[in-house]
């Protein structure tokens, strides 16, 4: 704070007045309003105009004019210092300070404008609840304590950013959280040195094991119902206050392939799907590589029909297949990249110019053989069969150097490769939890809901014995 | 510096061992048949079927297109080696092996001996081991391949199709170079005959029916067809199922036997040697020009008995005529001695071919009769007993 600034709210108001005007000069949205009591006593409010509940503030401006005693009114906090006023301030809180009193009154009116809860439009689901965070930490934090009415469900309030100032709350179960888990949390949170928190992203990157790993160490989630089943299995969350996407920690390789719907649906079917997307999966990652590496290391492995209509569909194409492939997918992402952002108008523009490319007029051109066209579109397709989006950005980008490998070394490469990955899947931790537990350590709860899920009423009839 | 050379011999690790035989799909010439045959000097000749991808292209597009999708190449030489080696100056693309479907061996060859030819198979690591073998009947190997079939644009993979719906087995080079291995079995090949019959198709068609017999030194000794060859595979245990037509003093029975199966006991009574060989099946009547009932037991086993001593008649007169006429055990009852009597093989083994034609066979038939069809009786009011 600038000298002259007193650390405490003085008893003259008109100190106090200068101290705010002072401290909030060329703040257009900070309303600083003095009121003459008939006693010609004064009252000043000080308040966001656009955070504040302009009814509520009317009442209290006739409160204000009518009683003298403020004491009774207990739903207000008193603030003594300063700098904590302006907090509540900026937080939208109004204040009221009186002529004589040497603390203010802090009367939380806030009220503004945020978006509805809507569906989560990157985790829709058939069945099961359909509401998603939104931008509102209060609002995200009822819709957590609604599922879990349950005194053990702790949200540990702390702000961060030296600049925003955000709030954001740590989520647990007091009985189903490990001690050391959440002393790890809080011993990681505490590096968060950053004076800009504007989203969940900031703290992952802060926290998580191994940055410069391709794959996602920390869970994030737009459902509360996700959050609420991570809690009740001892995990922990995190909740910025501006972001819809929650954090839950420690994450496994398999919650990646986990909906929030396989939980709702019926077990054998959520088996069925869940070994389908772990299949996609691996193809998302690994067909292309394979493909060239056995059209032009190995082609004695291709059956000898299937064989002789890939040879005779590359009949007259320029180039290597590696090349061909790398150019298609390529082309690929491009367009899906391209595709992402823009309005719906030019949309639709984007995919019929898409469907020339990728498609037939490709083939047609003779630039690129048939097969490309169906290995490229087979990707993609498995590509988007991942619940978790940020799970399916390291396949993407793991299908390119698999690719050259494939291209440069055969099967041989694919398989370097294939064994560079796992090596680096066996040996990274989320949070002290090995990544692909419970495959590797392999325990009996990968039957429970790891690539299959089991029924519940049995799972919880085995416990009972 | 540590952590670049570990990225370096990482790099050659992975650089120094990796298979550096890339090349494209079309710059390989596929060979998918093969021929091989003497030609009157006394030379090795080499045929090539070879994939023209470029003539299959448009099969859906313009159609009617009467290209044949393969060129066939004929050279001479001396060894299989050097014949690749000639075939491979013909061609743009690099000779490819791995998808050779099929091998014929014109009978002129093959009664020369393919002990020469056999090395190259089993040594070149090129070869595929599920090859399939065939004799040509009477005529060159290439002849074959010249063969424009309408149903597949390759001979050699139409071949291999007949040769499973023909129902002579499904001899692989595996097949023969496990047989050649042991002593106690001589190898067998399916033979393809071009049917002389349809004229018109001669160049469209050929037959698969008879079996080519080798001896010990792989020279072709005879051959067995129809009925016979056959009965063969049944007794070497490859027959799986069959279609079997037999003359009663009522009329003709044709059956469809299923689950054969054949069991081979054997004895050494002093200096005598002998087999017993029991054959099952299970059949279901397809037709039936009689006025027996097969749905009746006491009509039925009557029927089977004598369908059962007829064929038991057949077989046994199949491997006389083989222990005569070719003295090659192609049925392995050697192997069944061997695994019977291991310390009296020891002493026979050597002299197997000479002990084989004398030896005594006794052959055990029993098909059951197990399905009557669709129908007990004939049809109602057509030669009923009345």
């Known amino acids: 704070m600038d000298q002259g600034i007193p650390v405490n709210v003085s008893e003259r108001l008109t100190v106090n007045q200068a101290a705010l005007q002072t401290i909030f000069h060329n703040c257009a949205d900070i309303m600083i309003r003095t009121l003459q009591r008939s006693d010609h006593s004064s009252v000043m409010l000080v308040y966001i105009e656009e955070m504040t509940d302009s009814r509520e503030l009317e009442q209290i401006i006739s409160a204000c004019m009518i009683s003298h005693d403020f004491e009774r009114l207990t739903q207000y906090k008193i603030v003594t210092r300063l700098s904590d006023l302006v907090a509540k301030i900026l937080k939208g809180c109004t204040a009221i300070l009186i002529d004589g009193k040497p603390y203010a009154y802090i009367a939380d009116l806030t009220s503004f404008e945020q978006r509805a809860i809507n569906e989560p439009s990157n985790e829709a689901s058939i069945r099961g609840p359909r509401e998603g965070f939104n931008e509102n930490l209060r609002t995200n934090l009822s819709m957590i304590r609604r599922k879990i009415s349950n005194s053990q469900l702790k949200f540990e309030s702390h702000q961060a950013g030296e600049l925003t100032n955000t709030d954001f709350v740590v989520a647990y179960i007091e009985d189903k959280v490990k001690p050391e888990l959440l002393e790890e949390v809080n011993r990681r949170l505490q590096t968060f040195k950053a004076n800009q928190l504007l989203d969940s992203s900031y703290i992952e990157e802060y926290i998580e094991d191994k940055s410069f790993s391709l794959f996602p160490q920390i869970q994030n989630t737009e459902r509360p119902d996700t959050v609420s089943s991570g809690l009740l299995s001892g995990r922990v969350a995190i909740i910025v206050d501006g972001s819809p996407n929650a954090l839950l920690m420690p994450m496994t390789f398999w919650s990646g392939f986990q909906a929030a719907e396989d939980h709702y649906e019926r077990f054998i079917y959520v088996s069925a799907v869940r070994i389908l997307r772990f299949l996609l999966a691996m193809m998302s990652c690994l067909l292309p590589s394979i493909y060239v590496a056995l059209t032009t290391f190995h082609p004695q492995m291709i059956p000898l029909a299937l064989m002789l209509s890939i040879s005779a569909s590359r009949e007259g194409i320029p180039f290597p297949t590696v090349i061909e492939t790398l150019l298609m997918e390529l082309m690929f992402e491009g367009l899906r990249e391209a595709g992402l952002r823009l309005p719906k108008a030019i949309g639709s523009a984007v995919s019929i110019v898409g469907a020339l490319v990728i498609g037939e007029a490709a083939v047609q051109a003779g630039f690129i053989s048939a097969p490309i066209v169906m290995i490229v579109a087979g990707t993609g397709i498995a590509s988007f069969a991942f619940p978790s989006y940020s799970l399916a950005l390291p396949f993407r980008i793991l299908r390119f150097p698999l690719l050259l490998l494939g291209g440069f070394l055969g099967l041989y490469g694919v398989a370097i490769g294939l064994m560079f990955i796992l090596i680096h899947l066996v040996t990274l931790k989320s949070f002290g939890m090995p990544y692909l537990k419970p495959a590797a350590p392999f325990n009996k709860h990968f039957w429970k809901d790891a690539i299959v899920r089991m029924n519940k009423r049995f799972e919880s009839a085995i416990k009972r014995q | ?386």
């Open chain 2, 1 to 386: 510096m540590r952590t670049f050379a570990k990225a370096i011999s990482i790099l050659f690790i992975v650089i120094l061992t990796g298979c550096w035989d890339r090349n494209e799909i079309n710059d390989y010439a596929f060979m998918i048949g093969d021929a091989l045959d003497v030609t009157d000097e006394g030379e090795l000749q080499k045929s090539a079927q070879i994939a023209v991808p470029a003539g299959f292209k448009s099969t859906t597009g313009e159609g009617g297109n009467a290209q044949r999708g393969n060129i066939v190449l004929s050279v001479t030489g001396t060894s299989i080696v050097d014949l690749t080696q000639q075939l491979q100056d013909k061609l743009p693309r690099k000779v490819f092996l791995g998808h050779r479907k099929s091998i014929f061996i014109g009978e002129k060859l093959a009664r020369k001996g393919l002990a020469d030819i056999m090395d190259q198979f089993t040594r070149n690591t090129d070869t595929r081991l599920r090859t399939d073998i065939f004799v040509v009947n009477n005529r060159a190997g290439k002849d074959v391949l010249d063969i424009n079939s309408p149903f597949n644009k390759f001979s050699a993979i139409v071949a291999v199709d007949q040769d499973r719906y023909c129902r002579l087995g499904d001899t692989a080079l595996r097949d023969v170079l496990l047989d050649l291995g042991r002593d106690g079995i001589r190898p067998t090949m399916p033979m393809v005959d071009i049917s002389p019959l349809n004229k018109q198709e001669a160049n469209e068609i050929f037959e698969v029916r008879s079996v080519a017999i080798f001896n010990k030194k792989l020279q072709m000794v005879g051959e067995v067809s129809n009925r016979e060859s056959l009965e063969l595979f049944w007794v070497k245990g490859v027959l799986q199922n069959q279609y079997l037509t037999f003359q009663t003093d009522k009329g003709v029975v044709s059956l469809y036997e299923s689950n054969l199966t054949k069991k081979i006991r054997t004895e050494i009574l002093g200096d005598k040697l002998k087999v017993h060989v029991y054959l099952e099946g299970t059949g279901r009547v397809l037709e039936n020009n009689t006025a027996i009932d097969m749905s009746n037991t006491a009509e039925r086993v009557p029927v089977e008995q004598m369908l059962n001593e007829m064929k038991a008649k057949q077989v046994k007169g199949t491997i006389k005529k083989i222990q005569q006429k070719f003295g090659q055990d192609v049925f392995g009852f050697g192997e069944e001695f061997h695994r019977e009597h291991p310390y009296k093989w020891k002493e026979i083994r050597g002299k197997w071919d000479e002990l084989f034609p004398t030896v005594e066979v006794a052959v055990t038939v029993k098909l059951k009769i197990q399905n009557t069809g669709g129908v007990g009786k004939r049809i109602p009011g057509l030669g009923d007993k009345t």
